[in-house]
T-cell receptor, first 112, second 115 residues
Framework: DAGVIQSPRHEVTEMGQEVTLRCKPISGHDYLFWYRQTMMRGLELLIYFNNNVPIDDSGMPEDRFSAKMPNASFSTLKIQPSEPRDSAVYFC??????????FGSGTRLTVV | AQSVAQPEDQVNVAEGNPLTVKCTYSVSGNPYLFWYVQYPNRGLQFLLKYITGDNLVKGSYGFEAEFNKSQTSFHLKKPSALVSDSALYFCAVRDMGAGGFKTIFGAGTRLFVKA
């Protein structure tokens, strides 16, 4: 298994633009999580899915953020419009029931 | 509500010496406990977990952790540190009494191993 795959690895965009981050979880994992990591706030849970259904999106900072999981092998995190304070590393992770997480390599987002 | 604390921002240790990275937690039910390591510009990697059974859990790269229910702690240990162990370490807890869906991560402890 190639692990959790995230794309792109790096994204630089101008303020106001739409950003879409992508994630392919490990096959068979029925939970998918989106985290954001910054120096100031550490690792924050944004949203998680179980069997493709969003369970808890209370960590999503604003309405500018949205996430979808149209099928078991793909999820997106979208920011529209993006702002400089959204600059962070965004991680996708998946796990099975009772298991530990497998994290992707992350997407480093810079909004200028 | 579940929470996890890593009281040390940074731990410094000489190569060959034992290391301990501390973690305490608070949950309403039984905890699932985890340690992850993050190397620069990489995602978090799973090291070990405690769910039930023996309080001493062995994991990857020679690391182990001891679950102490009375002290609500789950400290990460290694008998002999390597320079390559230098990284950011995260403790995490999943509260099975609250449904066990979310895992909460600590703020992380940066480990520096000096040659």
């Amino acid at each position: 298994d190639a692990g959790v795959i995230q794309s792109p690895r790096h994204e630089v965009t101008e303020m106001g633009q739409e950003v879409t981050l992508r994630c392919k979880p490990i096959s068979g994992h029925d939970y998918l999580f989106w985290y954001r990591q910054t120096m100031m706030r550490g690792l924050e849970l944004l949203i998680y899915f179980n069997n493709n259904v969003p369970i808890d999106d209370s960590g999503m900072p604003e309405d500018r953020f949205s996430a979808k999981m149209p099928n078991a092998s793909f999820s997106t995190l979208k920011i529209q419009p993006s702002e400089p304070r959204d600059s962070a590393v965004y991680f996708c992770a998946s796990r099975s029931q009772g298991g530990g997480y497998t994290f992707g390599s992350g997407t480093r987002l810079t909004v200028v | 509500a579940q929470s996890v604390a890593q009281p040390e921002d940074q731990v410094n240790v000489a190569e060959g010496n034992p290391l301990t990275v501390k973690c305490t937690y608070s949950v309403s039910g039984n905890p699932y406990l985890f340690w992850y390591v993050q190397y620069p510009n990489r995602g978090l990697q799973f090291l070990l977990k405690y769910i039930t059974g023996d309080n001493l859990v062995k994991g990857s790269y020679g690391f182990e952790a001891e679950f102490n229910k009375s002290q609500t702690s789950f400290h990460l240990k290694k008998p002999s540190a390597l320079v390559s162990d230098s990284a950011l370490y995260f403790c995490a807890v999943r509260d099975m009494g609250a449904g066990g869906f979310k895992t909460i991560f600590g703020a992380g402890t940066r480990l520096f191993v000096k040659a």
